[in-house]
């Protein structure tokens, strides 16, 4: 991320649908009051993969907010999460399967939504599981 140098910001997104990106920044500005508009924006998902699943949106909302704050975030974090248009941190699919794996690869800790919980024992990982309902709590816990 870095300041436009024109009259319009650039958005840039490989590997991710541009359209989301899009969204996630407006819900970022709306809701959050972080002002990307007049910053360019580029997102490459690394490796040359093209990545569908919605439940990245949490570690792009997460990036994004690192970039524009310049805290880096710990690379020992890992995140499981949709990012609704309200801010609200929406449930995924196979979250037990999500954190096995994350614990497997040695992540110390993983956010996910609040409304993943249910039937969900965290204690049956090494990994700490955070549970988050919206965007604003994200940025506390990792950036205050």
Same mark, same amino acid.
């Given at each position: 991320?870095?300041t $436009?140098?024109? @009259?319009?910001?650039?958005?840039?997104?490989?590997?991710? !649908?541009?359209?989301?990106?899009s969204?996630?920044? /407006?819900?970022? *500005?709306?809701?959050? &009051?972080?002002m990307? @508009?007049?910053?360019?924006?580029?997102?490459n998902?690394?490796g &040359?993969i +093209?990545? !569908? %699943?919605? /439940?990245?949106?949490?570690?792009?909302?997460?990036?994004?907010?690192?970039?524009?704050e %310049?805290? /880096?975030?710990?690379n020992?974090?890992?995140? $499981?999460?949709?990012?609704?248009?309200? &801010?609200?941190? =929406?449930?995924?699919?196979?979250?037990?399967?999500?954190?096995?794996? $994350?614990?497997?690869? @040695?992540?110390?800790q993983?956010?996910?939504?609040?409304?993943?919980?249910? &039937?969900?024992?965290?204690? =049956?990982? +090494?990994?700490?599981?955070?549970?988050?309902?919206?965007? *604003?709590?994200?940025?506390?816990?990792?950036?205050?």
């Amino acid at each position: 991320m870095s300041t $436009a140098v024109y @009259g319009t910001p650039q958005r840039s997104a490989t590997g991710f !649908d541009l359209r989301r990106l899009s969204m996630l920044l /407006a819900v970022l *500005e709306k809701r959050c &009051g972080f002002m990307f @508009g007049q910053n360019d924006v580029f997102l490459n998902i690394a490796g &040359g993969i +093209k990545v !569908d %699943d919605p /439940a990245i949106d949490l570690a792009i909302i997460s990036a994004l907010i690192s970039s524009l704050e %310049d805290i /880096a975030i710990p690379n020992n974090i890992c995140f $499981a999460g949709e990012v609704g248009l309200s &801010g609200e941190i =929406r449930s995924v699919n196979r979250i037990e399967q999500r954190i096995q794996e $994350a614990d497997r690869l @040695g992540f110390e800790q993983i956010f996910i939504s609040k409304y993943n919980t249910k &039937g969900l024992d965290p204690s =049956r990982y +090494k990994i700490n599981v955070v549970t988050i309902g919206k965007v *604003e709590e994200l940025y506390k816990l990792l950036f205050e």
